[in-house]
C-alpha cells in the first residue's frame, strides 16, 4: 500500500488529452512540491515534473503538473504512442522522514 | 552532463553479502544527496535511503533500516549499497538517483537476483 494513491490504469487515443491523479495528505503533497516520473518499459525512471509544475529542458509543454491541498496531477496532451509507459508522482512526507512514491499509473495508448 | 554510472548486474545466493556502487559525474558530488531506490519484479518504486557525501548525513526509510547499509567515497565520487546477508526477496533492480526537490537524475539501475 502506498503512501500517494493513484490510479493504476489510464487510456487514451492519440492526440487526446488524459489526467493522472495522485492524492496524499497533509504530511506530503499537503505541504512539500510534488515531482513526477516517466517510467518506459525496461528503462530508467525520468523526471518529468518538479516543483509541481516545472518541466525540466526536454520535456515537451505538452506535459504539466499542478497540486492542489493534498493532491496533485499530472495531464499529457496529444497523446502519443511514444507516452505509453508507467507514471509516478512522488513527494517528501514530514511522518516517514522520507520521500515517497505513489503506485504508478500504467498508461496505455489505444 | 551529469551522469550517475552504476556497477553491473549480480547473481547471488541467499545468505551472501553484496556490495554495489554508482559513480556520479559532470557534477559536484558532495553538494547534492545520493539515493537508492528498489524496483521489484513488476512492481512500483520505493525509496530505501539517501546520503549526503558531503559530511555522510545517511537516512533511511523505516522499513528499509537495519537491512542495508549506505555508504560513499567523496574522494572517488562514488555511492554505495550494502548487504551482508542477503535474501531472495532482495531481488530487485536498484537504482541510484540524484536528490534536491526531486530525483532529478537516475543511474542505468543495477539487477540483483537473489536465487539458491
Known amino acids: 500500500q502506498s503512501v500517494l494513491t493513484q490510479p493504476p490504469s489510464a487510456s487514451g487515443t492519440p492526440g487526446q488529452r488524459i489526467i493522472i491523479s495522485c492524492s496524499g495528505s497533509?504530511?506530503?503533497?499537503?505541504?512539500?512540491?510534488v515531482s513526477w516520473y516517466q517510467q518506459l518499459p525496461g528503462t530508467a525512471p525520468k523526471l518529468l515534473i518538479y516543483n509541481n509544475n516545472h518541466r525540466p529542458s526536454g520535456v515537451p509543454d505538452r506535459v504539466s503538473g499542478s497540486q492542489s491541498g493534498t493532491s496533485a496531477s499530472l495531464a499529457i496532451s496529444g497523446l502519443q504512442s511514444e507516452d505509453e509507459a508507467d507514471y509516478y508522482c512522488?513527494?517528501?512526507?514530514?511522518?516517514?522522514?522520507?520521500?515517497?512514491f505513489g503506485g504508478g499509473t500504467k498508461l496505455t495508448v489505444l | 552532463e551529469v551522469q550517475l554510472v552504476q556497477s553491473g548486474a549480480e547473481v547471488k545466493k541467499p545468505g551472501e553479502s553484496l556490495k554495489i556502487s554508482c559513480e556520479g559525474s559532470g557534477y559536484i558530488f558532495t553538494k547534492y544527496w545520493i539515493g537508492w531506490v528498489r524496483q521489484m519484479p513488476g512492481k512500483g518504486l520505493e525509496w530505501m535511503g539517501i546520503i549526503y557525501p558531503g559530511d555522510s548525513d545517511t537516512r533511511y526509510s523505516p522499513s528499509i533500516q537495519g537491512q542495508v547499509t549506505i555508504s560513499a567515497d567523496k574522494s572517488i565520487s562514488t555511492a554505495y549499497l550494502q548487504w551482508s546477508s542477503l535474501k531472495a526477496s532482495d531481488t530487485a533492480m536498484y537504482y541510484c538517483?540524484?536528490?534536491?526537490?526531486?530525483?532529478?537524475?537516475w543511474g542505468q539501475g543495477t539487477l540483483v537476483t537473489v536465487s539458491s
Open positions: 497533509s504530511s506530503n503533497i499537503g505541504g512539500h512540491s
Open positions: 512522488a513527494a517528501w512526507d514530514d511522518r516517514l522522514k522520507g520521500p515517497v
Open positions: 538517483v540524484r536528490f534536491s526537490t526531486s530525483f532529478d537524475y
